[in-house]
C-alpha cells in the first residue's frame, strides 16, 4: 500500500500528489491564479508563452511525467527548434522567458501538490549582456543642440 508521504533517500517525508493532472490543466490552473495578481500586459504575455509553447509541447502528458529530463529537454528543443515558424531556434532571452514561466508552473504544482520531484532550478541558455554605448561629451552636446533646435520649431 503506498502511503501519503514516502521516504527520501536523505530520511526525510515527501508529500506525493494528490491528484494526477495533466500538464495542460496545471497550465491553465496556474494562469487562473496568476491572472489576478499581475498586469493585463503580463498576463497576455504568460498566456502566450503557455498556449504557443509549453502546452503543445507537453500535450497530454500527466504530471508525473514531468521530470527534469522532461524539462531540460524542452528547453534544448526551443533553443534549436522553437520558432513557431519552424524556422530554428529561439533567442536565449527568449528561451530564458519561456523557461522562467515554465519553472513559475512547476513552483505552483509543487505548492499546491499537483508536483513532485521536479527541481526549479532549471539550467537557462547564457543570455549576452547588451552592450551599451556611451557618448562622449561633443556627442551629448551636439544631441543636446540638435534636440533644443527641433523644439524651438515647434
Not at 499581475?38 to 500527466?62: C, D, E, L, R
Request: aromatic residues 6%.
Amino acid at each position: 500500500m503506498k502511503s501519503k508521504y514516502s521516504l527520501l533517500q536523505n530520511g526525510s517525508m515527501k508529500k506525493e500528489p494528490t491528484t494526477i493532472l495533466t500538464v495542460d490543466r496545471l497550465c491553465i490552473l496556474w494562469l487562473e491564479d496568476v491572472q489576478i495578481t499581475v498586469k493585463q500586459s503580463t498576463y497576455a504575455n504568460y498566456y502566450s508563452i503557455v498556449h504557443n509553447h509549453i502546452m503543445p509541447y507537453f500535450q497530454g502528458m500527466k504530471t508525473r511525467g514531468l521530470t527534469n529530463e522532461a524539462v531540460s529537454g524542452f528547453i534544448r528543443e526551443k533553443t534549436w527548434n522553437g520558432r513557431l515558424d519552424g524556422g530554428g531556434g529561439l533567442s536565449p532571452k527568449t528561451v530564458s522567458d519561456i523557461a522562467l514561466v515554465l519553472k513559475a508552473i512547476i513552483q505552483y504544482g509543487t505548492d499546491n501538490n499537483h508536483l513532485s520531484g521536479v527541481s526549479t532550478k532549471l539550467k537557462l541558455p547564457k543570455v549576452p549582456n547588451k552592450l551599451l554605448k556611451v557618448l562622449s561629451v561633443q556627442e551629448q552636446n551636439r544631441l543636446v543642440q540638435a534636440l533644443l533646435m527641433v523644439m524651438a520649431m515647434k
